[in-house]
Structure formats: structure tokens, C-alpha cells
């Protein structure tokens, strides 16, 4: 015999007994041990207690865990996302402290107690009351003011910026585990840090008279027919794409059609500070190599685009001028799509200087000495840029340098077939990725070119 006790309520146990009894013949029912012959049976009865039992814990919590012991999820596999989560604030922490150092350097290398003196010092001359007696050194004044106050901007905007990030991973550390927003807001911080430090680090790099103004870019169709055309009106949607995600301002001045698909010619203008600076290595010619869309026996064709970049200067600084026996116009009707005055009226212009063989067009306003003015002031900035390059003094000093869109002359090959590749033929750079490049992923290969043409700066200078 068996005797179990349970509390029944305050003052009341249930004692059960249990008896045995044997039998020879077979139950009706199927008994709960089938090897035992055995029936078993249950007696209760109920015992009035003086005094209420000890509490009994409910079954539930019987053989319950405490909770710090307890896994949320599934056993390993919550066990797995704790030490992930770890591992990345890690990983957070460590890049914390990698972009805080790369803040505190450019801070003490870019001077920021010079930059603070001499922006003190250019807005007393700004007061001056003769400031504006001579109005080229003036503006020139007021330029350098507002790059030092954007330079000394930026430098505080960076220590906030990571002051930021480490003050979150302090407050990571002092909690129980990761919370999962403040790890991606200061994740997200760094990112964008780490970008910003990137892009102030080029603009070191950048040192030209015109590399802080807009750009202007022009992509003619070369080698290659119809290919392209369709290849020049890629370039120009990358540039495009390039330009949206510096979040510069574009404008499409200038667009001619092509016969079957693409363009034969195109000029946007890029606006932006830093813009003709980054772009002024994307100059020269660019080749495809890719299965035709236009042959119908989907043969590999190679074809080839030039492209023109020029600095958009503000008018103060075309303060040039060019003998008008060095110019020859050419005017013909704008032709394209719609308008009144469209293929009526001779508004096109062609500009040369002759000297050169520097050529300019503009179509884009309606009437003809509006294309004219504009197409003089391009050519203007275009033989600028030329004499700066060639260290010309005078412009008659100056020779031609028109791209030329053909083979042995390409700066960079963007190869679709039989692989995708896209490399500089100046750097070296180089990626598989070219739908990226296409979508105007171009930060790494005009970071090498700036690079590469620091260096050749450098080694030029040595030699000298």
C-alpha cells in the first residue's frame, strides 16, 4: 500500500490509499500496464487539518528555471543570434574608434587654429570700406571666405558626428544587451562618417584654379555607328546618375538624336562645388566591347564615345579676351523634336577657334545671339582649362587637344562580353561590378585617378 497526500484547499488533505488486487481472469478494459495482470484501485478520504499547510507551488513552476537562465527562441539557434549581435557591437566599436582617430588627424592636419585665424582675418577686409573699390579681388575675398567657412564647418561637423557614435556605445556597454536601434543609428552614423571623411580627403587632393566650380560635359558618338550612339547615351545617363548621388544639380543643355537609337552628341552641366575637380579625369575616350543589340547576328562589336569636361566658370572669371579673327561662327537650324522654331530658324550655333581647332556648340535657347553669347563663354572656360594644362601664358600659345574617339586612344574599357569588366587604363582600377559603374557607381575610379595624378604631381616636382 501506497499512501499519497495533496492539499485540497486551506485546512483540507486528500490521503489517497491504494490497493491491489489480483485477478486471474482477463479485464474487459485494456489495463495500463498490459504486462501486469494486476487491477489498481484508489481510496480516498478527507483529513480535517488545526492548521493551514505550507503554500504549495502550482505545478507549472515545479521544475521551472530561473528566467536568466532561459533562452528566448529555439535553444542554439537564439543562443547563435546573442553572439552574432555581439560580435557585430564589436565590430561597431571598433569602427567607432578607427573613424574617431581619422577625425582627429584631419582636424590637426587641415590647421583648424589657422583656419579660425584666417577667417578672422578675411572678414575684417571684408568690412573694409574700400572692399569693393576693386571688384576681381574682391570676389576672389569672398570665395576664399566661404571656403574656409565650409572647411571649418565641415571639421566641427565631424567631431559632433562621432561624438555621437562613441556616446552610443558607451550606452551599449552600460545595458544587458544590444539594442538593436541604437546599434543601427550609430552603424548608420559611422557610414555616412565614413563617406564624408572620404570625400574631404579628395578635395585635399584638388588643387587646380577651377577644381571647386561646376562642370560642363560634353559625349559625342565616335567609332562605331549606331553601337555608338547607343553606348554615348549611357555615358551620359551614368553621368547623370554620377551627379544624383553627390546630390549635385544637372541640366541637359544640349542633346542631338541619333539616326536609329542613342545620341549623336550630348552637353549637361553639372552644378556643384568640387564638381569640374572630380570629373575632370573622366576626359578623353571611353570603349565598349558587348554583343550588339543591333546586329541580328548578335556579333561582338566594339565602339567608342568621347568625352569633353570643362569647368563652369561664373562670368567674372572669363574676364578673357579673344581676337574675333581667331573665331569663325557657323549657323544652321537646331533640329530635334518640336518647338515653333524648330528646323525654321538658324538659331544653332558652331563656334572654332581657329588657332586651336577648339569647337563648341549650343542649341539650347531659342534664338541666335543667346547661342552665341553662350557658346563663347564655353569656349572661353574650354581654352582656360587647356591653357592651364599646357601652361600656356597667352592662349596663342596654346595647341589643340580635341579627344578622339577611336581606338588606342581610350582612358577606360568597359567590357560586357564575353565577361564584365570595367578598368582604367591610366590607374589600373578595376571591378566585375559594371552594372554598378553603369548606375553611376564611378567614387573608386575617380579616387584612383585623383591619386595617381597627386602622385605623378609629386614625382614631377622631385625630379624638377
Known sequence: MVVVSQPLCCNTIITATKTTFTSSKQPLLIPQFPSSPAIHFLSFRTTTLSRPPPPFPPPSLLFATPENQLSVGEGEDDTHTTDSALQDFYSLRRDVEIASQRVKEIRESSGLQLLKQELANLEE???????????AKAQQTLSALADVKD????????????????????????????DKGLYEEASSLIKELNKSLDRFELTQLLSGPYDKEGAVISITAGAGGTDAQDWADMLLRMYVRW????????????????EEAGIKSATIEVEGRYAYGYLSGEKGTHRIVRQSPFNSKGLRQTSFSGVEVMPLLPEESLNVE??????????????????????????????????????????????????????????????LVIAEEQRASEFKQIRGDVVKAEWGQQIRNYVFHPYKLVKDVRTGQETTDITSVMDGELDPFIKSYLKHKFSMTLSTSTVN
Open 151 to 178: 572647411k571649418i564647418k565641415l571639421l566641427n561637423e565631424y567631431k559632433t558626428q562621432v561624438e555621437d557614435a562613441e556616446t552610443i556605445v558607451m550606452l551599449t556597454e552600460e545595458m544587458e544587451s544590444v
Open 243 to 258: 551627379a544624383e548621388k553627390q546630390r549635385y544639380k544637372t541640366r541637359v543643355v544640349e542633346k542631338s538624336p541619333g
Open 125 to 135: 577686409e571684408a568690412s573694409s570700406s574700400s572692399f569693393w573699390d576693386d571688384q
Open 322 to 383: 579673344i581676337p574675333e579673327e581667331d573665331l569663325e561662327y557657323n549657323f544652321s537650324r537646331a533640329g530635334g523634336k518640336g518647338g515653333q522654331n524648330v528646323n525654321k530658324i538658324e538659331s544653332a550655333v558652331r563656334i572654332t577657334h581657329i588657332p586651336t581647332g577648339v569647337t563648341l556648340r549650343c542649341t539650347e535657347e531659342r534664338s541666335q545671339l543667346a547661342n552665341k553669347v553662350k557658346a563663347l563663354r564655353r569656349l572661353k572656360a574650354k581654352l
